[in-house]
């Protein structure tokens, strides 16, 4: 059985999907990967014994260059091309085709498991973009709703014709150059009739959706071995349990003295601090033996070690911290960083931080909500219903729709 999974996104898309090849590499599957030419995502594949094809531009450079509505058209035209040319290629053999990531990328890979007559599925790892009458759709940059349109279904609707106005034209000259029909709803195209929702259902409650069902398969975690590096030991070890600061992929827009303002802020509840480096580039901001750097860190042992975890709101750090009881605080970004951010709060288990970019008063007061006994004890509560079985779930699923014969996308197309 050859599996390949297509993705175009960020280490928060990468890490969930190599818990999954990891999963299906257990059950015997040979497994690829199609992915962004980011070193850090090569590098973690590799780790795990799975072959990546690179696929696209730079993920970290694109984020690093931010949101230019103008330019999104254009990105994507590159993207959908990519998936394309080179994912063809790395389908070719492959028994069926698990797509996911930004929808121009899903609808190229979800039109190469078309052309090539093999089964495919679309997964998303927050359940924002799949349409719901509970909540609205989030906004392409450039592109706001009308505000006096408050339907949720109205909103859908527009979200629909977004997305054709913004990826259509690409995506259906690259359908014509493989002999494919045109796709009149993209959206609806990449979902299909049964997306997969790979999050936990207690820390992200699937909601109704509008016109397929959704298939919620617990989030996909792939267990970390890696010790942690013996200095940042030492460093735990040899006082009080740290806050944890880091912002994985995310930039900082707006906070160019980001690293004095968490360290800072930590320092006034009269607590040591670790700083994860991530695509933000955060550093020490002096020599004092409270503060402590790190790179690529486990964070499944580094977080109950942890008196909270301070962070972006990824779907992936949002779940590892919750199923290690860490108190949250989510500063979040963009996208669906806000959702997560609510989720925590609603929760108990954490807070929510007003707006993307702190200050030195406003995290620490977040902290001191976050960093009481009553705030760990809810997380600690929450931990223990954290399902683990999501990888589990999923391969065997996957594995399903090739030996029960489920129809290819081809025929979504047709209807």
Known sequence: MRVLLMVYGSRGDIEPLAGLAVELKTLGAEVRVCAPPDEDFAQRLAGIGVPMVPVGPSARALMKAGAQPSSLPRRAAEII????????????????????????????????????????????????????PARPPLAYPGRPFPSEVTDNRVLWDLDARSINALFGDALNSNRASFGL????????YVFGDRPWLATDPVLDPAQEALGFDIVQTGAWIVPDPNPLPAELVAFLEAGTPPVYVGFGSMPLHGSADAAHVVIEAVRAQGRRVIVASGWAGLALTDDRDDCFVVGEVNQQA??????????????????????AGAPQVVVPQMADQPYWAGRVA??????????????????????????????????????????????????????????????????LSEE
């Open 81 to 132: 091309a990519s998936q394309f040319e080179a994912g063809a290629a790395a389908a070719e053999g492959c028994d069926v085709l698990l797509a996911t990531g930004a929808m121009p990328a899903a609808a190229g890979a979800r039109s190469v498991a078309e052309k090539l007559g093999i089964p495919s599925v679309s997964v998303t790892f927050q359940q924002l973009t799949l349409p719901s």
């Open 302 to 323: 580094l977080f109950p070690r942890t008196a909270a975890v301070v962070h972006h709101g990824g779907a992936g750090t949002t779940t590892t911290a919750t199923r």
């Open 181 to 188: 029909p045109p796709v009149e709803n993209v959206r609806d």
């Open 346 to 411: 609603e929760l108990g288990i954490g807070v929510a931080h007003d707006g993307p970019t702190p200050t030195s008063d406003s995290l620490s007061a977040a902290l001191r909500t976050a960093l009481t006994p009553e705030t760990r004890a809810r997380a600690q509560a929450v931990a223990g219903t954290i399902r683990s079985d999501g990888t589990t779930v999923a391969a065997k699923l996957l594995l399903d729709m090739v030996s029960q014969g489920r129809p290819s996308v081809s025929a």
